[in-house]
Antibody, heavy 114, light 107 residues
Framework: EVQLVESGGGLIQPGGSLRLSCAASGFAVSSNFMNWVRQAPGKGLEWVSIVYGDDPPYYADSVKGRFTISRDNSKNTLYLQMNSLRAEDTAVYYC????????WGQGTLVTVSS | DIQMTQSPSSLSASVGDRVTITCRASQGIRNDLAWFQQKPGKAPKRLIYAASSLQSGVPSRFSGSGSGAEFTLTISSLQPEDFATYYCLQFNNYPFTFGPGTKVDIK
C-alpha cells in the first residue's frame, strides 16, 4: 500500500528556515516523480516543486532560489528545504507522487509569523 | 507559464443533479490534465488523469473529457459525498499549474 507521511512543519519567524520531510512506503521515491504542493489557509492549491531521477528539479517562481527539493533514497524520503521564509509561505504543505499526483500525504502546516 | 481557469467558481446543486465543471488552459496542453476533489481539512484526491482516464476506485459517475485547451469534469448524478471543491491541474509544462477551484455545495 502506498503511503506518504509529511513532517517538519511548525511556527517559524520570517527569514527563518525549515526542512520538511515526506516518508514514503509502498514504492521507491528514487524511481518516481515526487512533488511538493501547498495550500495557504482558505486558498487554492499551488504546485511548488518536482524532482525525478537525475533530472534537474523544477520550482514555482514564488519559491525559486529559496526552496530546495531533494531525496534520500536510502531512507525513501523526500525533503523540502525552505529558507528565507516569508509570511506568504504560510500554508499546509503536501507531498505527492508521480507526474500526475496520484498519491498525497496528509500535509504538514507551516506558519511563518513573528 | 500556463494559466488555468475554471468555471464556475462555485455552484449549488441537488442530489441527483448532473454537474459539469469546465477548465481552460491559456495554451494547448494536449491531454496533460488531471482533476482532483478536496474536502475540508483533507488532502486532495485524484479523480481523473490524462484528461479522461478514471482513477481506480473512483465511482463511474465521474468522467472527464477534452483535449488541447478546454476540458470538462462531469458528475452524472451528484451524491451527498460529492460536495467538495474540485481542481484541475496541467502537467504539460513546468511549472505545473492548478485551476482556482470550483466549490460544489448543496442547494
Amino acid at each position: 500500500e502506498v503511503q506518504l507521511v509529511e513532517s517538519g512543519g511548525g511556527l517559524i519567524q520570517p527569514g527563518g528556515s525549515l526542512r520538511l520531510s515526506c516518508a514514503a512506503s509502498g514504492f521507491a521515491v528514487s524511481s518516481n516523480f515526487m512533488n511538493w504542493v501547498r495550500q495557504a489557509p482558505g486558498k487554492g492549491l499551488e504546485w511548488v516543486s518536482i524532482v525525478y531521477g537525475d533530472d534537474p528539479p523544477y520550482y514555482a517562481d514564488s519559491v525559486k532560489g529559496r526552496f530546495t527539493i531533494s531525496r534520500d533514497n536510502s531512507k525513501n524520503t523526500l525533503y523540502l528545504q525552505m529558507n528565507s521564509l516569508r509570511a506568504e509561505d504560510t500554508a499546509v504543505y503536501y507531498c505527492a507522487s508521480s507526474a500526475t499526483l496520484d498519491y498525497w500525504g496528509q500535509g504538514t502546516l507551516v506558519t511563518v509569523s513573528s | 507559464d500556463i494559466q488555468m481557469t475554471q468555471s464556475p467558481s462555485s455552484l449549488s446543486a441537488s442530489v441527483g443533479d448532473r454537474v459539469t465543471i469546465t477548465c481552460r488552459a491559456s495554451q494547448g496542453i494536449r491531454n496533460d490534465l488531471a482533476w482532483f476533489q478536496q474536502k475540508p481539512g483533507k488532502a486532495p484526491k485524484r479523480l481523473i488523469y490524462a484528461a479522461s482516464s478514471l482513477q481506480s476506485g473512483v465511482p463511474s459517475r465521474f468522467s472527464g473529457s477534452g483535449s488541447g485547451a478546454e476540458f470538462t469534469l462531469t458528475i452524472s448524478s451528484l451524491q451527498p459525498e460529492d460536495f467538495a471543491t474540485y481542481y484541475c491541474l496541467q502537467f504539460n509544462n513546468y511549472p505545473f499549474t492548478f485551476g482556482p477551484g470550483t466549490k460544489v455545495d448543496i442547494k
